[in-house]
């Protein structure tokens, strides 16, 4: 157990609505990252981050934008909702005394309708 | 060109099988390779590391990894039908970002 929670764990919301989702970890990581799985597509890196205030695009950042203002939390928000961006989405941590393994939280099932 | 590759499956093999999964990476740099299983509804959880070149054994799982090849494969010894899942492989590039392939469906048919 990597100490990672998120929330909400599912969430509906309207097209055009912002949506923040969040991620908490109590094991002091450097390390955050968000992720986003579909199917055909895996897992695909929308940012991370490598410390408090400092982060950076992944693979998928259009329409994300993220916030670190505390070592423990990691805050993922859509700006504006699109029915695209219905997905679930995976908060993880790199845990640098395990080789550097990613261990992920239980994921956030959000629908845009 | 996707950075990890790997065949979408679905891999089928009766129960006490070898099932072999395979993958590729496109960053010659890349020195840090896992493979995950996921359940379908669930959260990947990590089955193996690597890092160097040669074989790996944990229990029925064994991991092969070639960077001359840039190839990482996964075999699993006497195949339960409980290993019937999504497996996931990941390389950390540089910056320590991990990217994932799209995984590999297994049905192990008791």
């Known amino acids: 157990d990597a100490g990672i929670t998120q929330s909400p764990r599912h969430k509906v919301t309207e097209t055009g609505t912002p949506v923040t989702l969040r991620c908490h970890q109590t094991e002091n990581h450097r390390y955050m990252y968000w992720y986003r799985q579909d199917p055909g597509h895996g897992l695909r890196l929308i940012h991370y981050s490598y410390g408090v205030k400092d982060t950076d695009k992944g693979e998928v950042s259009d329409g994300y934008s993220v916030s670190r203002s505390k070592t423990e939390d990691f805050l993922l928000t859509l700006e504006s909702a699109t029915s695209s961006q219905t997905s679930v989405y995976f908060c993880?941590?790199?845990?640098?005394?395990?080789?550097?393994?990613?261990?992920f939280g239980e994921g956030s099932w959000l629908t845009v309708v | 060109q996707k950075e990890v590759e790997q065949n979408s499956g679905p891999l089928s093999v009766p129960e006490g099988a070898i099932a072999s999964l395979n993958c590729t990476y496109s960053?010659?740099?890349?020195?840090?390779f896992f493979w995950y299983r996921q359940y379908s509804g669930k959260s990947p959880e990590l089955i193996m590391s690597i890092y160097s070149n040669g074989d790996k054994e944990d229990g029925r799982f064994t991991a092969q990894l070639n960077k001359a090849s840039q190839y990482v494969s996964l075999l699993i010894r006497d195949s339960q039908p409980s290993d019937s899942a999504t497996y996931l492989c990941a390389v950390m590039t540089g910056g320590f970002k991990t990217i994932f392939g799209a995984g590999t469906r297994l049905f192990v048919k008791a």
């Open positions: 960053d010659r740099g890349s020195q840090s």
């Open positions: 993880a941590i790199r845990d640098g005394s395990s080789g550097n393994t990613i261990y």
